[in-house]
């Protein structure tokens, strides 16, 4: 069995604007009797005024339909630098080009992406405060650390980035193949250490990977990608469950063994599905996906607005100028438009395996 240290996430408050609740409407306490004539002419004026009343919430609607109307807060739940936060950057910077108003990247790390989900869900919920987060990670913050919220919380409006996992070793390693490898750890586990980021999709698949084929290896643990990547480029480790799409950074200094992926991975044409060695092991395709959410409560009171949100992120998604840009960082390769039926599906299906392996993440 792994043996895993538990991590305790304390407690975070978040603040919540108080809104002001709309004044009563006091009339008053005496009206004269009407005349005939006044009873008409009251009766023609409130005709007017529900025909007014009627115009001016059709307007309103419309005009929250013409969204956004202000400034829009992209949350982060991660601190700057990471892959999370290039890719919701670079969305920023092309979405704001397609409207009149800002959108403000808000980075909220702390506690493995808990903080910044308490504080989108604890932001106003107005269509303008959009969550850019990570599956499995916002799973594992339900099922690992007992978050206060649930997936029901998030309406997706599409994963963007489906960041496939790797077992990854350094260019000179010994292990030249995943059989290579895999045989070691069964022949003497002690001799051979792999490492995990926590948190992640690549952690997840590697306790996928490890239960699966029964092994037992030392395993060692950081608390995200660069510093894990550093480690094996140190030869502090053999071997790393990484990114599949991050290992194409280090180029010729490492080869990647295998890959979670259904089908082979362009960055690495000669790394072969995990399955495909190990059909027996049926490990889920796990990895970092990475995607644009909005308050459920927002897009179920407000369907036609929302409706505006996916179509105007569609647009940009699919502009040369967007396509142009993850092209030259090379995430074309893991970008895609799945939309919010199909993305919600992908996300659940997840879900279900953070649960299988909720006591491992939890280090029990």
């Known amino acids: 069995m792994l043996k895993h240290t538990r991590q305790h996430v304390s407690d975070v408050s978040v603040e919540v604007n108080d809104w002001p609740a709309a004044s009563a409407l006091r009339l008053p306490s005496q009206l004269r009797p009407l005349s005939k004539l006044s009873k008409k002419t009251a009766l023609m004026t409130a005709l007017a005024g529900f025909v007014v009343a009627a115009a001016s919430v059709g307007a309103t609607t419309a005009h929250a339909q013409e969204w956004p109307n202000e400034n ?4 982060l739940p991660f601190s700057a630098g990471g892959s999370v936060d290039r890719f919701a950057r670079g969305l920023a910077q092309h979405w704001e080009e397609t409207h ?8 909220r790390g702390g506690a493995s992406g808990l903080l910044g989900a308490r504080t989108f869900l604890g932001s106003p919920d107005n269509g303008h405060y959009l969550f850019a987060g990570i599956q499995p990670t916002l799973s594992m913050n339900i099922v690992a650390q007992g978050a206060d919220f649930d997936l029901d919380d998030f309406t997706f409006i599409n994963i963007e980035q489906r960041d496939y996992s790797s077992v990854v070793v350094r260019e000179d390693s010994p292990y030249q193949s995943i059989e290579e490898l895999v045989d070691a750890m069964r022949d003497d586990p002690g001799s051979v250490t792999v ?37 094996l480029l140190g030869g502090h480790s053999d071997a790393a469950f990484s990114s599949a799409y991050g290992d194409m950074t280090l180029g010729d200094q ?20 995990v399955n495909d060695v190990y059909p027996e092991a049926d490990i889920p395709p796990i990895g970092d ?70 006591d491992m993440l939890q280090g029990e």
């Open 289 to 358: 996906n990475r995607f644009i959410a909005v308050r459920s409560s927002f897009a179920e009171e407000n369907p036609e607005v929302f409706d505006t949100i996916v179509e105007s992120y569609r647009d940009v998604f699919n502009s040369d100028g967007y396509q142009a840009h993850i092209a030259n960082l090379g995430s074309d390769l893991i970008s895609d438009y799945y939309g919010p039926e199909e993305s919600r599906a992908i996300i659940e299906e997840i879900h279900e395996v953070v649960v299988r392996y909720g």
């Open 100 to 107: 009149d108003y800002s959108m403000l990247v808000d980075n």
């Open 254 to 273: 490492v080869r990647v063994l295998a890959v979670s992926s259904p089908e082979t991975f362009p960055g690495w044409p000669d790394a072969p599905p």
């Open 72 to 75: 829009v807060r992209l949350i």
């Open 195 to 231: 490492s995990m980021a926590t948190g992640s999709g690549t952690h997840l698949f590697g306790l996928a990977f490890l239960d699966a084929l029964e092994l037992d290896p030392n395993v060692v643990t950081f608390d995200g990608g660069g510093e894990q990547r550093t480690d």
